[in-house]
């Protein structure tokens, strides 16, 4: 069946290697989102899946098939667009029929499948109308129904609702989840966006620089980040990072000279372990994983306020602690009461501990 996997695949434009070195197995019916920032291969990714680019090394196989050297015509997939890519000289109801065309689909059974695919997209009105003639949102939606209409073995989606509104986005994202679990198609799926990805994946894969530093079910990558730049790339606000150094024997805590945080002897033992007496790491902590206290204690850290924010059923409180801000998330919808010094209580099962050059320490 469908399933799609790199292995090893690399694609080098000049001197920039966009893909360097990726491999993966998406299982067939998988939904897997590709998330990261500007620049670091998505869109290139998907392309090679598509066999639009060709890569400078490796292979890629879509269901039993190894499909490294063929054409894109000959692959069962269908993309959508971060440009939606639409013919303009062309009609809502020619461009989704396009594919059919292409793949000599008989005209009546084409129509058909056209209005069928159109209806459930809510544009089967606009059949007769130019790209030029509607939304950006129906085009996105035009863009998806061409992608879709010949049921591919695996939908490609880049970036397909970031020129939409942000309540027609989660509808939008509730149908393309809805349409690939109905379909049961595989789905490769790129954003920057890392709500959508966590709303819609069942597996993320996080990249950085052409490469895809970790890859699992969302709820594993937000728990148990493999690097400081995918626990900053997941969660908004972003993971709050503190610089400590870590001490074992008598009074094992960490330390820095903003604060001093008694740890657990056995947790000391094995930070020690990893980044030696004394050494630097940095402590990783969610806004939500902080709560706010009365007064100080050891253990607590301390700061002045920075911005209190009240978003409806939560509210942020960001504070200054040793030269950063810290932010803390607070489930409840009564503004804080928020004095000239704000103390932080943090509990050590949830802190995340990373070494200085960003990977993940783990518990020995
Ligand atoms: N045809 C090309 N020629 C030269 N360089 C390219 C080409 N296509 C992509 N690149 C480079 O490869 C890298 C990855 O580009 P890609 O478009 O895959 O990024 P992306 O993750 O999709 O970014 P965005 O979120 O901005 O769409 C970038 O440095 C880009 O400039
Ligand atoms: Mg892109």
């Not at 196989?61 to 971060?82: S, Y």
């Not at 970036?159 to 490769?188: C, I, M, W, Y």
Request: proline share 6%; aromatic share 6%; glycine share 8%.
């Amino acid at each position: 069946m469908a399933l799609v996997s790199f292995h090893d695949v690399e694609k080098a434009f000049g001197t920039v290697k966009a893909v360097d070195g990726v491999s993966f197995v998406i299982a067939d019916g998988e939904f897997v989102c590709l998330l990261g920032p500007s620049g670091c291969g998505k869109t290139t990714t998907l392309r090679l899946i598509a066999g639009l680019e060709k890569p400078t090394a490796g292979s890629i196989r879509i269901g039993e098939r190894e499909v490294t050297q063929l054409a894109a015509k000959d692959r069962d997939v269908g993309m959508v667009f971060q440009d939606y890519a639409l013919y303009p000289h062309m009609s809502i109801g020619e461009n989704i029929g396009y594919p059919l065309k292409v793949r000599k689909v008989a005209p009546n059974e084409r129509d058909r499948r056209v209005a069928e695919v159109s209806e459930h997209l809510q544009i089967g009105d606009l059949l007769a109308r130019r790209p030029g003639q509607i939304s950006g949102g129906q085009q996105q939606r035009t863009s998806v129904a061409r992608a879709v209409v010949h049921k591919p073995q695996v939908f490609l989606f880049d970036e397909p609702l970031s020129n939409l509104d942000a309540k027609l986005r989660l509808e939008a994202r509730s149908f393309l989840k809805h349409l690939q679990r109905e379909l049961g198609v595989t789905a490769v799926y790129v954003t920057h966006d890392q709500a959508e990805a966590m709303a819609i994946a069942d597996r993320i894969a996080v990249m950085h620089e052409g490469k895809i530093v970790q890859i699992g079910p969302p709820l594993e990558v937000y728990r148990h980040p493999a690097t400081t730049f995918v626990a900053n790339f997941l969660g908004n606000p972003p993971m709050n990072m503190l610089r400590f150094q870590v001490h074992s024997g008598q009074r094992p805590s960490l330390a820095s000279d903003a604060a001093q945080l008694p740890l657990r002897a056995e947790t000391a033992a094995w930070l020690v372990a990893d980044v030696g007496e004394g050494g630097e790491l940095i402590v990783g902590v969610r806004p939500e994983h902080l709560r706010l206290e009365a007064r100080a204690t050891p253990g607590t850290l301390s700061g002045e306020p920075y911005a209190v924010e009240t978003l409806g059923p939560e509210s942020l409180v960001t504070l200054r602690f040793d030269g950063t801000l810290v932010t803390v998330r607070l489930f409840s919808d009564e503004p804080p009461d928020v004095d000239s010094v704000v103390h932080l209580g943090l509990d050590e099962a949830k802190m995340h501990f990373f070494r200085t050059g960003g990977e993940r320490i783990e518990r020995a």
